[in-house]
């Protein structure tokens, strides 16, 4: 009897959200929901995350070598501030203009990816 | 490099983006010109400048937004760059696909 109210336990309280938050250290509340909305309406975090790449690829001070999604680009890319401006405004391909406000935080590839993700137009 | 930026970076940021958006409605054939212009423009001119020289900053925004108001008329299609601007561009390239991958 003792053990079937154990079991019961373990099934009303699951363990994956703990998980899932190790998985995606940035993620806001809500964040997993936004994503799958994306994913069905066209761009998977994927998709996106190449497409970054990409375009950050085409910029010939960015050494491909150090290019990871963690990367920052005045600290780890060797980019002054200028050029980040010009890489954040390359992201906009995406179809999206970006408003100053929120551009000016975008300093790492991953944030990148992730406003382009939570952005439902971008395509 | 401060991860912070003042406000008066956020305005020269802002003013850089603008330019940028500028040359993007320019005709295509002479958009590489207007993106070294406003590049060399911007790139030199911060470096021509000590960054705690606020009036010589602000009156350089000032300059820049008549600058770029005449700009961004549809009427200018085409721009003018120097030799010193292309061996500038030469050394240092920005982007080097301009247009979007096919999807």
Known sequence: ??????????????????????????????????????AAAGLSKEQIATRVLDVLKGFEKVDPAKLTPSASFTDDLGLDS?????????????????PDAEADEIKTVQQAIDYIAKTPDAH | MSTRHSGLQKEVFSLYRRALRMVNLKPEQARQKFLLYVRYTFKSQAAAVPPRNISAIEHML?????????????????????????????????????SRPPT
């Open chain 1, 1 to 38: 009897m003792s053990f079937l109210r154990l079991a019961v336990r373990s099934v009303a309280r699951p363990r994956v959200a703990p998980r899932l938050a190790a998985t995606f250290p940035h993620a806001r509340p809500g964040f997993l929901q936004v994503a799958g909305y994306a």
């Open chain 1, 82 to 98: 200028l050029d980040a401006v010009e890489v954040v405004m390359a992201v906009e391909e995406f179809s999206v203009e970006i």
């Open chain 2, 62 to 98: 000032r300059r820049g937004r008549r600058q770029l108001e005449m700009y961004e008329d549809s009427k200018v299609r085409d721009c003018w760059v120097s030799k010193e601007m292309l061996e500038w561009g030469k050394q240092n390239p920005g982007r080097s696909v301009q």
